[in-house]
Nanobody, 124 residues
């Protein structure tokens, strides 16, 4: 099993930046794929960015490409640097992990077995 804990959310003004962190514990060696998702009230959960282990592949949603950057360290902790935040980025942000998935579908929630509890990002 894998446990994920997100941190770094908060309230920021439009144009501001935040850096989210996802700390992984448990069977970290089994993790090959990690991603960030977000869910705003009344909306479906959507993929934001995904990364293969050791950064061998990265995907971004069109809405965040050029503003958000996903990265990962050797301990499989995963980060999301968010710049030029806008009100439409307001959501609960979740970290997800999986040992194996179809990479072309890496921004789809159903591909992931492990989830964190989320961290709130509010842009206002």
């Amino acid at each position: 099993h894998v446990q994920l804990v997100e941190s770094g959310g908060g309230l920021v003004q439009p144009g501001g930046s935040l850096r989210l962190s996802c700390t992984a514990s448990g069977d970290r060696s089994s993790i090959l794929y990690m991603a960030w998702f977000r869910q705003a009230p009344g909306k479906e959960r959507e993929g934001v960015a995904a990364i293969k282990s050791s950064g061998r592949g990265i995907l971004y949603a069109n809405a965040v490409r050029g503003r958000f950057t996903i990265s990962q360290d050797s301990a499989k902790n995963t980060y999301l640097q968010m710049n030029n935040l806008q009100p439409e980025d307001t959501a609960m942000y979740y970290c997800a992990a999986d040992p194996d998935l179809l990479w072309v579908q890496a921004l789809l929630p159903h591909q992931y077995d492990y989830w964190g509890q989320g961290t709130q990002v509010t842009v206002s």
